[in-house]
């Protein structure tokens, strides 16, 4: 059983950065591929980053490209998301994934909700404008 928490969020102005942290524990955390969504208020979990198994591949939402980035440190069993000139719309609270309970592809980033199994309980975004 994988277990995961998120941490990082917080206030920040529009056009500033934020760190966020997904510490995984309970299993090997290397042997899954990850993902970050985010939820604002009233609206569907939707996708933001994911990256592959292997760490080779990642996707981005058409928002966030070229602004975010996900990176995964395997010795410290933590996925990570720098999100750079944030913008007032990034406000959410955003979570991360493991898909650690059904086979898949080594190279692949998966990029949607269904595709994933465990999730931590989430972070809070806020920027203000």
């Known amino acids: 059983q994988v277990q995961l928490v998120e941490s990082g969020g917080g206030l920040v102005q529009a056009g500033g950065s934020l760190r966020l942290s997904c510490a995984a524990s309970?299993?090997?955390?290397?042997?899954?591929?990850m993902g970050w969504f985010r939820q604002a208020p009233g609206k569907e979990r939707a996708f933001v980053a994911a990256?592959?198994?292997?760490?080779?591949?990642?996707d981005y939402s058409d928002s966030v490209k070229g602004r975010f980035t996900i990176s995964v440190d395997n010795a410290k069993s933590t996925v990570y998301l720098q999100m750079n000139s944030l913008k007032p719309e990034d406000t959410a609270v955003y979570h991360c994934a493991a898909r650690n309970s059904r086979g898949y592809n080594t190279w692949i980033a998966y990029p949607s909700v269904i595709d994933y199994d465990t999730w931590g309980q989430g972070t809070q975004v806020t920027v203000s404008s």
């Open positions: 990256i592959s198994k292997s760490g080779g591949s990642t």
């Open positions: 309970g299993r090997t955390f290397g042997s899954y591929p």
